[in-house]
């Protein structure tokens, strides 16, 4: 029984923080995460207080002794975490850390962030007995959710969400990535095989969210194609008769999600993060535009053969076969976000002009350009680490193989030594290739193959500009004026762009029935609170 529990009623306060350095008073994308935490979070503590830095800082003085603060660390923000940890841990409350960064470097959130307790991996079944623990006064140093079933994932507590400040809702459908890119963690946190969610389950919690006035809703899937036709080529090949039928399972259940997303209200626009071999199954591609499945993040990385070698991913395609690749996403109606890598060890000068290329020819509705760093959990941050032996270079007191703990201010942009350019030319070359691409001149002319009247066009420039100023002047300006200055300017105009995104409730909704499926329509969304 918790320590300051009486009579059924628990006085725990119970934090969950999503930390940033900084904020922008409106958010992109609901974070997920502290929604799913409050549905694990058991009735008995009452309503967590859910508290996302990306609006506005918090002031971490509210917390008092004995609460419980659960702070979710990417390695992006990892260093605002700890500084949050320790002002609430000073306050005598109870400090749990989780998220990747904190799955990756446990010892760390003790050591810098002054944890009492760190969940590892999944946080459905794992913070609900960190939080049991704690209100007993006996938290142990680490609860290891590993990997949960699909069957076992949460929907998000989304009573909890503060009216207008967010312009896109988000749910899970799948999670993990049977790739292996060099430079990415999720298959290695996530794990390879996909574990999808089931469709009833996806459907009711996007049906909640289009009661609640949400019709823009990003499915925050690692990849939301799990299966390619090559996958299932090869595995024919092998002779794997039990291999094969489960990645048949894994398509076929897709296909009946997005049966599932087709039934709801068309106005609905789903936006979600794809690999390019999509776009060679156009059965995939047709049932993702039938699904109200309107854009796509897609892992371009790099335009040349030698790039994506460097990276591990040869299955995308590079020049005027990877344009042609890109344009089928626009052809089967599906709007793509290209996302590309600069930096990498065969990059030439040239690299900049030839991507930025790509992206117009491919009629790509946005872009984006980032620096390769090396993220913990990657095949990348290991063999840097690895090259730079046990003495690497320092920022003050901080060795770069840590560079998530230097001060933001003086934290590096470039980490790892190029054959041929110095950070500062892939610094300005990429900021270059921003400029280029998000100037008036660009977006106006894409604007008009992507929407049709002046007031969508307009739009489109706002989104535009916004989506410039709060993902890559906050993230390449190396001065913090420049940083200040735009998180300002994004600031200001994400007040009309979310107005933009902004639906109408429906609360009458009913959950469409997907196929093969007894009816559940009329029945309210129920949050699982009771499986915590
Ligand atoms: S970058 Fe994308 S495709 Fe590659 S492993 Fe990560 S999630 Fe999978």
Same mark, same amino acid.
């Given at each position: 029984?918790c320590?300051?529990?009486a009579?059924? @009623?628990?006085?725990v306060?119970?934090?969950?923080?999503?930390?940033s350095?900084?904020?922008?008073?409106?958010?992109?994308?609901?974070p997920?995460?502290?929604y799913?935490? !409050?549905?694990?979070?058991?009735?008995?503590y009452?309503?967590?207080?859910?508290?996302?830095?990306?609006?506005?800082?918090?002031?971490?003085?509210?917390?008092?002794?004995? @609460?419980?603060?659960?702070?979710?660390?990417?390695?992006?923000?990892?260093?605002?975490?700890?500084?949050?940890g320790?002002?609430?841990?000073?306050?005598?409350? %109870?400090?749990? %850390?989780?998220?990747?960064?904190?799955?990756?470097?446990?010892?760390?959130?003790?050591?810098?962030?002054?944890?009492?307790?760190v969940?590892?991996?999944?946080?459905?079944?794992?913070?609900?007995?960190?939080?049991?623990?704690?209100?007993?006064?006996?938290?142990?140093?680490?609860?290891?959710?590993?990997?949960?079933?699909?069957?076992t994932?949460?929907?998000?507590?989304w009573?909890?969400l503060?009216?207008?400040? %967010?312009?896109?809702?988000? =749910?899970?459908?799948?999670?993990?990535?049977?790739?292996?890119? #060099?430079f990415?963690?999720?298959?290695?946190?996530?794990?390879?095989?996909?574990?999808?969610?089931?469709?009833?389950?996806?459907?009711?919690?996007? =049906?909640?969210l289009?009661?609640?006035?949400?019709?823009?809703?990003?499915?925050?899937?690692?990849?939301?194609?799990?299966?390619?036709?090559e996958d299932l080529?090869?595995?024919?090949?092998?002779?794997?008769?039990?291999?094969? /039928?489960q990645?048949? $399972?894994?398509?076929?259940?897709?296909? /009946?999600l997005?049966?599932g997303?087709?039934?709801?209200?068309?106005?609905?626009?789903?936006?979600?993060?794809?690999?390019? /071999?999509?776009?060679?199954?156009?059965?995939?591609?047709?049932?993702m535009?039938?699904?109200?499945?309107?854009?796509?993040?897609v892992?371009?990385?790099a335009?040349?053969?030698?790039?994506?070698?460097?990276?591990?991913?040869?299955?995308?395609?590079s020049?005027?076969?990877?344009?042609?690749?890109l344009?089928?996403?626009?052809?089967?109606g599906?709007?793509?976000?290209g996302?590309?890598?600069?930096?990498?060890?065969s990059?030439r000068?040239?690299?900049?002009?030839?991507?930025?290329?790509?992206?117009?020819? $491919?009629?790509?509705?946005? $872009?984006?350009?980032?620096?390769?760093? &090396?993220?913990?959990?990657?095949?990348?941050?290991?063999?840097? /680490?690895?090259?730079?032996?046990?003495?690497?270079p320092r920022?003050?007191d901080?060795?770069?193989?840590?560079?998530?703990?230097?001060?933001? !201010?003086?934290?590096?942009?470039?980490?790892m030594?190029?054959?041929?350019?110095? $950070?500062?030319?892939?610094?300005?070359?990429?900021?270059a290739?921003?400029?280029?691409?998000?100037?008036?001149k660009?977006i106006?002319?894409?604007?008009?193959? #992507?929407?049709?009247?002046?007031?969508?066009?307009?739009?489109?420039?706002?989104? #535009?500009?916004?989506y410039?100023?709060?993902?890559?002047?906050?993230?390449?300006?190396?001065?913090?004026?420049?940083?200040?200055? #735009?998180?300002?300017?994004?600031?200001?105009?994400?007040?009309?762009?979310?107005?933009l995104?902004a639906?109408?409730?429906?609360?009458?909704?009913?959950i469409?029935?997907?196929?093969?499926?007894?009816?559940?329509s009329?029945? &309210?969304v129920?949050?699982?609170?009771?499986?915590?």
């Amino acid at each position: 029984m918790c320590f300051v529990h009486a009579a059924g @009623d628990c006085r725990v306060n119970v934090y969950l923080i999503n930390p940033s350095h900084v904020s922008f008073g409106i958010g992109v994308i609901t974070p997920r995460w502290l929604y799913v935490l !409050a549905s694990a979070t058991p009735a008995i503590y009452g309503k967590p207080r859910l508290v996302d830095e990306t609006l506005e800082l918090f002031d971490a003085t509210a917390i008092k002794a004995g @609460d419980v603060v659960g702070i979710g660390i990417h390695t992006g923000n990892a260093l605002r975490g700890y500084e949050l940890g320790n002002i609430a841990r000073a306050a005598g409350a %109870y400090v749990v %850390y989780g998220g990747i960064h904190a799955t990756l470097y446990p010892d760390e959130a003790r050591e810098r962030g002054a944890a009492h307790a760190v969940v590892t991996g999944d946080g459905e079944q794992a913070w609900p007995a960190a939080l049991k623990d704690c209100a007993a006064g006996q938290p142990k140093d680490r609860y290891d959710g590993g990997r949960v079933g699909g069957e076992t994932f949460l929907p998000g507590r989304w009573d909890l969400l503060p009216q207008g400040r %967010y312009m896109w809702a988000s =749910v899970q459908t799948v999670r993990g990535c049977p790739k292996h890119c #060099s430079f990415c963690s999720v298959w290695r946190t996530d794990g390879q095989k996909p574990r999808q969610r089931h469709v009833n389950q996806v459907l009711e919690e996007i =049906v909640d969210l289009r009661r609640r006035g949400f019709r823009f809703i990003a499915l925050a899937d690692d990849n939301f194609y799990p299966v390619t036709l090559e996958d299932l080529r090869m595995a024919s090949r092998r002779n794997d008769p039990s291999h094969l /039928e489960q990645l048949k $399972a894994t398509r076929a259940e897709r296909f /009946e999600l997005m049966a599932g997303l087709e039934k709801l209200p068309s106005d609905t626009v789903f936006f979600t993060q794809i690999t390019m /071999e999509a776009a060679e199954d156009p059965e995939f591609l047709d049932a993702m535009r039938r699904a109200h499945i309107r854009g796509a993040l897609v892992g371009v990385e790099a335009v040349t053969p030698e790039g994506l070698k460097d990276i591990y991913k040869g299955f995308n395609e590079s020049g005027e076969s990877l344009v042609e690749r890109l344009q089928a996403f626009r052809r089967h109606g599906v709007h793509v976000l290209g996302s590309f890598i600069f930096g990498l060890p065969s990059d030439r000068e040239a690299t900049f002009d030839a991507t930025l290329s790509v992206a117009e020819r $491919a009629n790509l509705t946005f $872009a984006q350009f980032v620096m390769l760093t &090396p993220f913990p959990g990657t095949l990348d941050f290991a063999a840097w /680490e690895k090259s730079l032996g046990d003495e690497p270079p320092r920022v003050g007191d901080i060795p770069v193989t840590r560079h998530w703990l230097i001060p933001q !201010a003086q934290r590096p942009k470039i980490y790892m030594d190029h054959p041929v350019m110095t $950070a500062d030319q892939i610094r300005s070359r990429t900021q270059a290739v921003w400029d280029h691409f998000y100037s008036f001149k660009s977006i106006w002319q894409r604007s008009r193959g #992507s929407v049709t009247s002046l007031k969508a066009r307009l739009a489109f420039v706002l989104i #535009s500009k916004i989506y410039r100023q709060m993902y890559a002047n906050t993230g390449i300006a190396t001065d913090s004026a420049r940083v200040n200055r #735009s998180a300002q300017w994004a600031r200001w105009m994400a007040i009309p762009c979310r107005r933009l995104f902004a639906g109408r409730p429906m609360p009458d909704l009913e959950i469409p029935m997907p196929m093969g499926h007894a009816a559940s329509s009329g029945v &309210p969304v129920i949050f699982h609170r009771e499986r915590a």
